[in-house]
């Protein structure tokens, strides 16, 4: 089998990189066309004005909410993890006793 030389290497490494930048933007669009949708569907928002306004509105609110899930979401996961340290230690203490 044939090497590839370096600089061959180097521009189908680049052209790679392209293709994901490509497919990445398109991501990015669907989602946020998404993300619109849904704010429209839910709120009957038709105007990005009114949107807007009532995106500032929200702000503070939202916040506040994203911090009170992520910190949920982090006892959640604390507690998880918690549990699993806990069935461990008693399967090891359970293997010892055997």
């Known amino acids: 089998m044939a090497k590839k030389d370096p600089a061959r290497k180097i521009l189908d490494l680049k052209e790679q990189m392209k293709k994901l930048e490509q497919q990445l933007k398109e991501q990015e669009r669907k989602r946020d066309e998404e993300l619109g949708k849904l704010f429209r569907e839910e709120w009957d928002i038709h105007d990005s004005e009114t949107a807007r306004l009532i995106i500032e ?15 949920k979401k982090a006892n959640n996961e604390a507690t998880t993890n918690s549990d699993s340290q806990t069935n461990n230690r008693q399967e090891v203490a359970s293997s010892t006793l055997s």
Not at 57 to 71: F, M, N, P, R, W
């Open 57 to 71: 509105s929200l702000k503070s609110d939202v916040d506040s909410l994203k911090e009170s899930l992520s910190g």
